[in-house]
C-alpha cells in the first residue's frame, strides 16, 4: 500500500466510511431484535466516533473505567454506565463528581460494593443508579444465581443515595438461551425484592450476530464492532471489508527468502491472541503468517506465502484484537478511503483506573 | 499491601532502591567481565532512569526507535545507538535532525537500508555510524552469515554520508558460544572489507547472567534488568525482592471461593506470556495463578493458594514482561520503599514510530 505523505509506520488508520456503516448497521440489528444500544466506547476511545454512534441512535455510552468516563462527561456526553465494580475512597469521589453532570449508572456484584457506593452517594444531590453484576457464564465478575442478584437489588434498594437500576451481565459468545433463563428468573426476584428492574443490558460484539431478540433483555453493550478485527473475522462476524481499523507497518528486513520483519511489534499490535493462531492478518498477502512479536519487531512467516514484500515496502495489518490496538497508540489516522488522513489523538487512551 | 492516599489502582509503582541496586549490581557485572554497558532504555522509557545509567557508567544509550531517540537526545543525551533499520523518508529526516545533535549510530541489514541511510546523510555535517545488524541464532533481523556481514561492511564503508561501525546482534539466550563464533568470524571478515570494526554490541538481559565475557563482544545492551519481571525470575535470572516494577492492582470482586477479579486487565499488565502460564505473579498470595485477562479485569484462579483476598484489598502484581507495562501506562509512581511516591510521565510512552 502507500501512505500519504507524513505518515510513519507504524501508524493506526481508521476508515471513517467503514466505521460508520459499521454503526449503522449495528444500530439497523438491535432496532430490528427490539433492543436499545449502548455502544462500549472502550473500543475506540473517541468522542468523534462516541458522537457518530448516538447520532444514529445509541441511548448513551459504555465505559469501563472512571477515568474513562471521565473524558467523556468532560465531552458533554450526559448519559454513561459503567460497567464495574467500582472501590476505593479517590475513585468513588470522582464518581461522584461525575453524576452532578451526567446520568451516572454503576455495577456490583457484592454488598462491599454496594455500601462503598452507598456511603459514596449518601448525601450526594442525586441517587446512583446500580446494575447487579451477573456471571451467566462469562466466568469472570459477577453474582453466581439469580437469587443472589435479587438479593443484592433489594441492599440496593434500600441503601441510601442508590437506587436498583437493573441487570447487567457480559455473556460468553453463543449463551443467549443461558443468559435468558438466568435474566428472566433474576428479574422476577429482583423486582419482588426491590420494587423494579428497568434495565437488562447484556452485550458484545461476538453475540451480537447471534442475538435475534430477547424477551427480557432491553439493552445491547457491544464495542469491537465499530472497528472489526481479525478475531471477528475468524468468528464469521466480520469480513475483511468490515474491517476499520488497520495498522501500516514497513517491512524492515528481509533476512531470508521466508522470513519479513516488521516494523510493528507487542507496542503496536499488543499480544492478544483471542485463541487464534498469529498475532494479525496481511490480507495483501495471502498466506503470510505473523508468527511472533516482540516489542518493537512482527516476524512474518511467508513461507505458506505467495505474493511477498520487499525491504521498504508498506504493508497493511488487521490486528487479532482491535480494542487494545487503540490503547497503545496516542493517535490514529481517520480518512475515508485512504484520502486526507487526519491524526486525532485517542481521547481516553490509556484512561484505566 | 496499602497504598499511600492519591494512588488509585490499578497503578504502576516503581521502587528506585531496587532499580538502582539493580542498575549497580548490571555495571559491577559488565565492568567485571570487561565490555561496555549500552543499557536498552526501552524497559522504562524514563530520563531520570537513564540518567541513573550513565551516572553508574554506561557509555551511552540504546533506543529502538527515532521517536524514543528524540526525546532522550532533547533531554541531553549526547551518544545513542538505535538498534533498528531505519527506512522511510520522514524517518531518515528526523534522524539527520538528531545527529546535528548527539552522536547517532543505527542498524542495517541490507542494501536497501544502507542505501537509504547514505541518500540522507550524504549531504550531512556529519557521517552517520552504521552497524551491521547480525542474526545469530534469535531469528529477528540481520544478516545470515559472516560473509554477509563484511559484504555490507564494505558497502556501508563505500557509501557517502556513513562510516561502518561495528556489528550488533540480539542473541537468543544461551547462545553465546555461537554469538562468539560468528561475531569473530565476521568481524576479521569485516575488517578487511571495512578497514576497521570498532564496536562488537550484544545484548539482552535473558543472556546477561551467563555472559561472562568474551574475545570479540566490546558492549552489551540489556533492557529489562533494570525492573526485572516474572520472566526472569522463572528463568532464574531474578529473585522477587530484585523486580522494582510491580502493579498495585484492587480486587474488585470475588465472584466464587476459587476467584478473584482484579482491576487491571491487558491494557495494564500486557497479554504478553514470554512462554510462561500464567499473566503475572501474586507473591503476597502463593499459589494464586492469574489464569486469564480481559482488557480491564484480570481473572485470579485462587484453587492453589491458601491465604486469599477480600473485595476492596490492594495486592501486588509481578508482571510477566516489566517493558511493555511501562509502555501502557502515562505515568509511574517512583518510590523508595513506597515512602512518597512520586507521579511521573513515562517520557518515551508510546513512542513506536
Redo the contacts between chains.
Keep these: 500500500m502507500t501512505l500519504p505523505?507524513?505518515i510513519?509506520?507504524?501508524?493506526v488508520l481508521v476508515d471513517l466510511d467503514i466505521a460508520e456503516a459499521n454503526i449503522r448497521a449495528a444500530q439497523a440489528h438491535c432496532d430490528a431484535v427490539g433492543v436499545r444500544l449502548r455502544p462500549h466506547v472502550?473500543t475506540h476511545k473517541l468522542i468523534a466516533l462516541a458522537r457518530a454512534q448516538l447520532a444514529a441512535g445509541a441511548v448513551g455510552i459504555t465505559c469501563?473505567?472512571v477515568?474513562e468516563a471521565e473524558v467523556f462527561v468532560r465531552a458533554g456526553f450526559d448519559d454513561v454506565l459503567i460497567t464495574?465494580?467500582?472501590?476505593?475512597a479517590?475513585?468513588l469521589a470522582r464518581l461522584r463528581e461525575l453524576s452532578l453532570h451526567a446520568r451516572m449508572a454503576a455495577c456490583a456484584?457484592?454488598a462491599?460494593?454496594v455500601n462503598?457506593l452507598s456511603a459514596a452517594f449518601a448525601s450526594a444531590p442525586k441517587p446512583l443508579s446500580v446494575l447487579v453484576?451477573c456471571?451467566t457464564g462469562g466466568?469472570?465478575?459477577?453474582?453466581?444465581s439469580p437469587e443472589a442478584a435479587a438479593e443484592l437489588a433489594g441492599l440496593i434498594a434500600r441503601s441510601p443515595g442508590l437506587i436498583f437500576g437493573g441487570l447487567m451481565t457480559y455473556p460468553a459468545a453463543g449463551t443467549h438461551g443461558r443468559v435468558e433463563e438466568f435474566m428472566t428468573v433474576a428479574r422476577d426476584r429482583a423486582i419482588r425484592a426491590a420494587g423494579s428492574c428497568a434495565t437488562i443490558t447484556s452485550g458484545g460484539t461476538p453475540a451480537m450476530r447471534t442475538f435475534t431478540g430477547s424477551k427480557v433483555v432491553t439493552e445491547y453493550r457491544p464495542g469491537t464492532y465499530v472497528y472489526n478485527d481479525r478475531s471477528l473475522i475468524a468468528r464469521g462476524d466480520a469480513r475483511v471489508e468490515d474491517c476499520a481499523l488497520r495498522v501500516a507497518a514497513?517491512v524492515?528486513?528481509?533476512?531470508?527468502a521466508d522470513?519479513a520483519?516488521l516494523?510493528?511489534?507487542?507496542?503496536?499490535l499488543?499480544?492478544?491472541?483471542l485463541g487464534l493462531t498469529g498475532y494479525g492478518m496481511l490480507p495483501d498477502f495471502p498466506g503470510a503468517m505473523i508468527a511472533g512479536l516482540?516489542?518493537?519487531?512482527a516476524?512474518v512467516d511467508l513461507s505458506g506465502a505467495g505474493k511477498r514484500p520487499?525491504?521498504?515496502e508498506v504493508v497493511s495489518v488487521i490486528p487479532n484484537h482491535a480494542?487494545?490496538v487503540t490503547?497503545?497508540?496516542?493517535r490514529v489516522f481517520l480518512h475515508r478511503g485512504m484520502v486526507a488522513p487526519a491524526a486525532t489523538a485517542v481521547d481516553a487512551r490509556?484512561r484505566?483506573?
Excluded at 84 to 88: F, K, P
Excluded at 327 to 330: F, K, Q
Design positions: 505523505a507524513g510513519e509506520t507504524p501508524a472502550k469501563q473505567k477515568s464495574y465494580n467500582l472501590l476505593g479517590e475513585k456484584d457484592s462491599t460494593t462503598g453484576e456471571d466466568g469472570r465478575c459477577g453474582v453466581q514497513t524492515v528486513s528481509r533476512p531470508t522470513r520483519i516494523d510493528s511489534g507487542s507496542k503496536t499488543s499480544s492478544d491472541l516482540s516489542e518493537e519487531h516476524v520487499d525491504v521498504g480494542c487494545v490503547n497503545l497508540t496516542d490509556g484505566v483506573w
